[in-house]
């Protein structure tokens, strides 16, 4: 078999790709300046320019049925874009149709095409930033980094994985037993082999990031992957689809391994495939109640769920006040919480902390914060609207309002106006203090721009509610602020036994919101807010079977 | 941390295993001939007095409860032997407080241990493979071979993979992001976190080989491990979890990392254990009615299961007809056709088949199988008890008589003497002709000593019935017979199609029925016989998690 064109192009980049995963410190491949010194001159206009192009027509792609438009832009640009509505049963009769070739391929060519696809949208990179920052309501840098480079990141982590994993194993081999006479001899092959058709079933929020790992796993090892976008993102996934189907039909392969699954308002598309028979991957963002029915329902697949969770920051004591209380800021207001990573509980202890500023009290600490809020996200909206960009949806909008009685207000959630797009929904994000025993109100998640300041008794028991409440709802993320490492190794102990990913003392550039790809694991797999990482072995290794034969060989 | 002893000791064999699972070659540990040259003229009478001595009396193992005692031997060796009979809330406790200390040792000294473990049963290989010999019914040769040197291999291919896994990461890293000014530096750790709990659910027929790969795979990654043995077949794992927990407290662990749960009869010990919500990963063997139980309602934990299947055989034309019949004549055979790789189908083409001594009709081919059978295990008695050994259970037997009238009697299965056991139940093959549109019949399982010759239209015709059959029952094991290399490469793409294991014209030494350690993998885990495969990334990466901590450094 001569190898395949595709993947002596990328052969380089796979081979960095896979030092990094191995070695896990810090690499990237696709550039997350949106600058034009690194772009070009025309990057921007013209992606700009393309998005455009879509808004109010039938999106080029060659699916058939009829045409549907459900996505309301949370900054109100208006979008009305017409996707082809294709049935179930010819999503799955085309995936099931284009399986074979696609397995007889490789992984050598597989992995190929799928870095050409992974380039392919990085050349349409602003383009898909602007479909993010349309559908899901992020200041246009965040869809830029998060919907762009960190999302191909991702999608090349998960090929990575996907390639080691296939090629852990020989793809032939010789088995000779030695015995009384000649030896036994055999020759064995071993084939790779997918599990069938591949789901991923989209978010609002991060329609690329959260979906690229799952896409590219599935595809890099073989199986036809349907696409089931949110009804409210569906553009950055038409335009991933858009271009994937280009590659694949460019390379003489079957375009229909990659196919947009879109859907009419409250037609539960998901569902209906989630539970084909020939359905035999999930990958799953979004809600704690439609992940839970998923693996519940959806048993003929290996389901892969990213939940809800509580996320949980436990202050100790810190010898950067003003930095922490900056941090974290950033870290409430960037997408206006609505991160499944966002912290939602700041754990303090009601007799105050130790700090560099001396002696700060519970209520200086949540104040101390409350303005960092109020100077980063409300003080200049012009500003502001860059980091905390406009709510997603009417339901995160509606909890805003609920959640200001769940609480005494630390920093109260106004209605702020973008001044660009005067439609938008834009609110500043909501503080609320807590008293420790009010745990049936800050146990559960409260998704959006809501956060509680916790008075707890110590930090051992920041520590026990830490444990107790992500060990019941689970969590993405954790943070730890503490000068005393005894605290901080305690800390890493209680993250360990719950299962949660730990950040300590950050203060800087770092937020505990942002994973990296080829170094951070975003999720554990391990508490119930997700069932897997990005990426690990676990997350590709079951997305195919090893499949041998073997006849005997001649004595030598 | 200094280099954990056992993992000094053993290093190089875990080594070796690495390299051996990564080429897949020819490799083996445990030498699997039991003879006095290789083990020492005095081994196999000393394990044979070890296993006596276990007769009639309490098993010593320093484990709470009353004592149950459930075994029959298919020899009709009295056994009576009294295991403790701990209740689950005690296994469970003490498991999950034995988990922390294996947490923190890391997968080095996890690794070392459970080489140790392996070294100190094969020191008791004779013990063990008498256990396996009077419990199963298997002959001796055999019950030592796949219940001692060949279980023994497969624990050892679980170790490395889970080593594998649990070290593709570095434990710690440096995250050093170029930017403006100072790189932005962070020190990241990565902790390999067990599940919790692990229940392996072992079966009657390989009480060590089918449930050490689980055993171990757990065990190395970090988790408690509870073994539930079938209640006839208690003793191989009471023996294996004596050794281990000897191991365990000479290592300075916590013995309850391996526990013994011996049940009262008719008690459903595995369905209580099995639910708990501490036991996050189970393994089982057995009936697909409780491999599917277990899939359905075990829902708190990742369920690996080895159910049934409908194993066939394709039959199109030979260069060796004698070696052919000979060949299946010992699969069918070996252990009374109570593996779950025992071909059930062969189907033949009604026209006959093309062979080295010219035309053969169904019938003659038919008649050739059933002669070899004959000569092997009917013939001289004392020689057919070595190759069918006993009957395990009264269903098995009873299976048989059923089976009498489901097809035209090829080769009538007989009662034997056993000249050793008087008692024993020894029953021969039992082999029946049957139309090719009675899938009806023939396309279900039936376990034990029953095949049928299955008459079909064509090799094409076979082939359909294979794809049909095995795509909806599962299947461990396929073999096809051609000298046509076109069919040969048909036969692959079916068995490519329905995911199950492939072995062309075997004649000789080599059987479809056993797989080797380190290069041949048991199960795929892509048809519904198996959810996975023994032993493969996907086998292991699931049963930890990493979870990660991070924090600044100082720029450089």
């Given at each position: 078999m001569t190898e395949n064109p595709l993947y002596t192009k990328h052969a380089e980049t796979l081979a960095r790709a896979l030092t990094a995963i191995a070695e896990r410190d810090y690499w990237s491949h696709y550039p997350e300046s949106p600058s034009p010194k690194v772009y070009g001159e025309h990057a921007a206009t013209e992606g700009k320019a393309a998005f455009e192009a879509y808004l109010g027509k039938p999106f080029p792609l060659d699916q058939?049925?009829?045409?549907?438009?459900?996505?309301?832009?949370?900054?109100?640009?208006?979008?009305?874009?017409?996707?082809?509505?294709?049935?179930?049963?010819?999503?799955i009769t085309a995936a099931t149709a284009a399986l074979p070739g696609w397995r007889d391929a490789g992984p050598d060519a597989r992995a190929g095409v799928c870095l050409e696809i992974l380039d392919r949208l990085h050349q349409h990179v602003f383009e898909l930033a602007n479909a993010v920052h349309a559908t899901s309501g992020q200041a246009f840098v965040m869809a830029f980094q998060?919907?762009?480079?960190?999302?191909?990141?991702?999608?090349?982590?998960?090929?990575?994985?996907?390639?080691?994993?296939?090629?852990?194993?020989?793809?032939?081999?010789?088995?000779?037993?030695?015995?009384?006479?000649?030896?036994?001899?055999m020759a064995k092959t071993f084939h790779v082999v997918?599990?069938?058709?591949?789901?991923?079933?989209?978010?609002?929020?991060?329609?690329?990031?959260?979906?690229?790992p799952g896409l590219f796993a599935s595809l890099a090892t073989g199986n036809p992957v349907i696409v089931k976008p949110h009804p409210g993102a569906v553009l950055p996934l038409a335009v991933t689809v858009r271009y994937?189907?280009?590659?694949?039909?460019e390379a003489g392969f079957d375009p229909n391994l990659v196919q947009l699954a879109a859907e009419a308002t409250n037609e539960g598309l998901a569902s209906t495939l989630a539970t084909r028979p020939?359905?035999?991957?999930?990958?799953?963002?979004g809600s704690t109640a439609?992940?839970?029915?998923?693996?519940?329902?959806?048993?003929?697949?290996?389901?892969?769920?990213?939940?809800?969770?509580?996320?949980?920051?436990?202050?100790?004591?810190?010898?950067?006040?003003?930095?922490m209380c900056r941090n974290l800021a950033f870290s409430l207001s960037l997408y206006s919480g609505q991160m499944c990573t966002t912290p939602q509980n700041i754990l303090v202890p009601a007799g105050g902390i130790d700090t560099d500023q001396g002696r700060k009290s519970f209520d200086e600490v949540a104040t101390g914060i409350g303005e960092a809020v109020h100077k980063l996200a409300v003080v200049?909206?012009?500003?502001?609207?860059?980091?905390?960009?406009?709510?997603?949806?009417?339901?995160?909008?509606?909890?805003?309002?609920?959640?200001?009685?769940?609480?005494?207000v630390v920093l109260d959630s106004i209605e702020?106006?973008?001044?660009?797009?005067?439609?938008?929904?834009?609110?500043?994000?909501?503080?609320?203090?807590?008293?420790?025993?009010?745990?049936?109100?800050?146990?559960?998640?409260?998704?959006?721009?809501?956060?509680?300041?916790?008075?707890?008794?110590?930090?051992e028991a920041s520590l026990a509610v830490f444990q107790r409440v992500v060990g019941a709802r689970g969590a993405l993320t954790a943070a730890v602020y503490s000068t005393d490492e005894q605290v901080l190794a305690e800390a890493e102990r209680a993250a360990v036994a719950v299962g949660v990913n730990l950040s300590c003392n950050l203060t800087g550039g770092v937020f505990v919101n942002q994973s990296a790809a080829f170094s951070d694991f975003h999720a554990t797999g391990a508490n119930p807010a997700a069932n897997a990482a990005l990426t690990d072995g676990a997350y590709v290794a079951n997305r195919f079977r090893v499949v041998q034969s073997r006849r005997h060989l001649a004595a030598e």
């Open positions: 058939p049925g009829d045409r549907v438009a459900t996505e309301q832009s949370p900054f109100g640009i208006p979008l009305e874009i017409k996707y082809p509505h294709t049935d179930p049963e010819t999503l998060a919907g762009g480079p960190h999302a191909l990141d991702r999608g090349l982590e998960a090929v990575a994985y996907a390639y080691a994993e296939q090629t852990r194993h020989p793809a032939t081999a010789v088995w000779s037993k030695p015995g009384k006479g000649a030896p036994l001899r997918p599990r069938g058709v591949a789901l991923v079933v989209c978010c609002n929020t991060f329609p690329t990031w959260n979906s690229y994937a189907r280009e590659v694949l039909a020939e359905v035999k991957i999930i990958d799953f963002t439609y992940g839970d029915w998923l693996e519940a329902n959806a048993r003929q697949a290996v389901v892969y769920t990213e939940k809800a969770g509580v996320n949980t920051v436990i202050v100790d004591s810190t010898d950067d006040f003003d930095g200049d909206p012009a500003k502001g609207v860059e980091i905390i960009g406009a709510i997603a949806n009417q339901a995160n909008q509606q909890r805003i309002d609920q959640a200001r009685a769940a609480g005494e702020l106006t973008h001044p660009t797009y005067p439609a938008a929904v834009v609110r500043s994000p909501l503080l609320l203090k807590q008293r420790g025993d009010a745990e049936q109100v800050y146990g559960e998640e409260w998704f959006g721009p809501i956060s509680f300041l916790v008075a707890t008794d110590s930090t």
